[in-house]
């Protein structure tokens, strides 16, 4: 029961204890950057994929599900795609003892695989909008240092891909999937801050790209989700085209949203603490974990009890984990703190006699819940914990961005910062050496903190077409 | 709207033009065997992995993910598994724009990713049984013809492996399965056939395999779903060892547990008819089809109604879609035939006068639900519809079946057969080549038709060592 390494100072450290002391994941299989969902782990992700599910099939998006391997033809077909891809692809070569005519691509993103048959499925303004997704995982050949959830080689994927009528339907499609990530962050109290990104770093192919970024201290940003308008720079290539209600050939837009097992990376980083992670508790493997205290003149009752206790709140539909093993409770409270349950509730000798249960949250909050106010003590504990939980993050995220007026500024920045930007390239690139990172982009919605009204580019000092925009280290 | 092809005559073109006519997956990708799973598709597939997830659970399995990717080093190992696969498996060979050191093989099925971490994860007696499953995609080089959900190349695949003090834990482990399984089964109302494969058929690397088929017509059958038994067969290669009470070190004894989407396959090809695809209430993609009828007499009260009841149903929990688009009635009443939907509701002038929906099960039944009565009328006839499916799928089953007492007889077979056999690979192969199929084992559980207690040999007339067998010819 070591100590974790400091998050503040050894962040990196930090994350990578209690990714493995909370046994979420296990890096031991044998290939770099895939590694192994142990049953905790599995539990958090299918919690994160039932928000997912939930958000996106409210704004009427069907789950279909295309094949992993991509013919190399197909993938070549939008050149700026293969461009930003071509370094990143599995690619398979051999089935069985032969040779393949043809390599396979294991699908790093679905674009090239999906819009051929788009092609065959949208015939008619009748077929449109076509608003689809699938959860699949998706394989990079990641050459940087790998990281759980954060920056590994098989990644688990959420991808939206529409076709729209025209420009205008697309961009209300890109508006209301910010809309249904608003909701998704709000189950995980995740804050965020969505930024169109400049040109150079745009997704391959898109004609514009917003990230959703959370910091994660000092400069550091991790992004967390996109969405891009792609117009017809797919369309085109790969020849989706409907026959308007004027009779017309036209090709559609489209869009995508995509999300992954990176928002998992990003709770335990913006959540956890010194004791390990805390999970919000749509996300949290088990959102209760009872604990019997069996002093040596306890009898059975606080066993009895807490039985009781966990048998009742399952049945109500909490996910409750009963540990009733032989450790003390001490070693039971280290490792539950350490895996981010966020209700601790104990039964001992006390709490059997006057049929209550004695309750500590995951941010430190003690209370008693009698046993005829079970269900509805421990429901309204979790919205409690679950608010505290948001009004922290938001808290440590306000705090997290700072505004600069000069590039001078910039060098060793503890925080996110703000700086004014005339919109050029060079200015960009400018304020990226300067800040040692990157320019995240010009914010879709209010900036974390106050601005002033008058704004001029940090680089080149000009007032003309200067906005806001966001910098700071990506990880 | 043309007619299905007969499905006695032509079992193979009925069933292909099922699963297009009810767009259940579409084979329009670019690469052989592998498929799209269409909106209507994946809800089928999502219903049918709550079944086996909901079963599976129950009896104390928790899920996980490996990486589908396997170093070709650990492929290996175990030396009859490798065989058995070599042909089979695709290979990616290439990361980017290098060659990889160790070639890397898409996972055919996952002993040899999982067995390596298990070696990590079993120490002790007290981690004993590990009981974990996973719902994954693997592929397979298929050089037969491919056919959706049947035989394919990526396969949506369920996968239970375990980890068991010993041979007699092993066993219980697959006795459960089998248990589970039969739950699973009823939801699919899919009857079925429990054999021990003969030792030349079993899965490669197991000491036994137990299949369970179901008849399609004719002698033929789907394996449906397979457990096996492996002994130390790969715990001795994979060094998954743990300390036992008494201090010894012991190898663990294994099972696995396998099906896949061709359970789906299954579900169309016992069920369906003439008209189309007809699915169990737990499977369907739909459970409930609601049309309003708008006759020139009917004003709007119809379309009012229709959409009052499917929005109770909906609320209630049952899985309905309202089609009110502009087709006539019965062009309507043939699609939703044609994708199986079990209960069809319509609404017309007579029915928003009387406060009361016409009924039509996909089975042909009609009936009258009041609106007062709706939920509990649909929650009935969608009981009785599977009750009633369930039936006819058994009286099919036992016609399926018939005795053969000489080899002569087995040729032509217009059912599956019972044979005698002695147990001998000899024997079995004569019985494989009159049946122009494969000997599908002995029996695990009582024979769908009553046998004589005396049994003899078909093959060598030997009564010493015969026991009743199956044979068959597997699709």
Redesign the interface.
């Known amino acids: 029961m070591a100590d974790l390494p400091d998050k503040k100072t050894a962040f990196i450290d930090w994350y990578l204890a209690v990714v493995e002391g909370a046994n979420l994941s296990?890096k031991?299989?044998?290939?770099k950057g895939?590694?192994?969902?142990?049953?905790y782990g599995?539990?958090a992700?299918?919690n994160l994929d039932t928000v997912l599910i939930r958000e996106i099939e409210a704004t009427g998006s069907?789950?279909?599900?295309?094949?992993?391997?991509i013919?190399a033809t197909?993938l070549a077909k939008e050149k700026e795609h293969i461009k930003g891809f071509?370094?990143?692809?599995?690619?398979?070569?051999?089935?069985?003892?032969s040779t393949l005519d043809i390599?396979?691509a294991?699908r790093p993103t679905s674009e090239t695989?999906m819009y051929?048959?788009f092609a065959?499925w949208v015939r008619s303004h009748r077929d449109l909008p076509l608003n689809?997704y699938q959860v699949v995982?998706v394989?990079r050949?990641e050459?940087k240092t790998t990281r759980p959830f954060i920056r590994i080689r098989?990644i688990h994927f959420f991808e939206e891909h529409t076709c729209q009528a025209n420009e205008e339907h697309a961009t209300a499609r890109v508006r209301s999937n910010l809309g249904a990530f608003r909701k998704m962050a709000e189950a995980f109290a995740l804050p965020y801050l969505a930024t169109r990104r400049p040109d150079w770093d745009k997704f391959p192919g898109a004609h514009y790209s917003i990230a959703l970024d959370t910091p994660i201290g000092g400069p550091q940003t991790l992004q967390i989700g996109t969405v891009h308008h792609y117009r017809e720079n797919f369309s085109r290539p790969y020849g989706i085209q409907y026959e308007a209600a004027d009779g017309s050939q036209q090709f559609v837009h489209q869009t995508t949203f995509g999300l992954s097992e990176r928002l998992l990376g990003a709770i335990i980083a913006v959540h956890g603490d010194s004791k390990g992670a805390v999970f919000p508790s749509a996300i949290a493997p088990h959102q209760v974990v009872v604990i019997p205290i069996l002093g040596t003149d306890a009898g059975d009752a606080p066993a009895r009890v807490a039985a009781e206790v966990a048998e009742r709140l399952r049945h109500h539909g909490f996910r409750v984990h009963l540990d009733d093993g032989e450790e003390r409770p001490g070693a039971k409270y280290y490792r539950w703190e350490l895996r981010g349950v966020p209700l601790r509730l104990e039964v001992g000798r006390r709490e059997a006699e006057s049929r209550s249960v004695s309750v500590a949250d995951r941010l430190g909050r003690k209370s008693k819940v009698a046993l005829d106010q079970l269900e509805r003590g421990v429901a309204e504990r979790l919205l409690e914990f679950d608010r505290e939980l948001t009004e922290r993050a938001r808290a440590a995220f306000v705090a997290s961005y700072s505004l600069a007026r000069t590039l001078a500024e910039l060098a060793g920045s503890t925080t996110v910062r703000i700086v004014g930007w005339c919109g050029s390239e060079e200015c960009g690139h400018r304020i990226e050496t300067a800040v040692d990172g990157a320019l995240l982009g010009t914010p879709e919605e209010e900036l974390p903190i106050p601005v002033p009204a008058e704004v001029t580019c940090i680089a080149c000092g000009r007032a003309e077409g200067a906005r806001w925009a966001v910098a700071g280290q990506p990880l």
Chains 1, 2 share one sequence.
């Open positions: 296990d031991r299989y044998g290939i895939m590694n192994v969902w142990t049953p599995f539990r992700r299918r069907e789950a279909i599900e295309f094949p992993a391997l013919p197909e071509d370094g990143q692809v599995f690619w398979v070569t051999k089935g069985g003892l390599p396979l294991l695989s051929p048959v065959l689809v995982n394989w050949y050459t098989e």
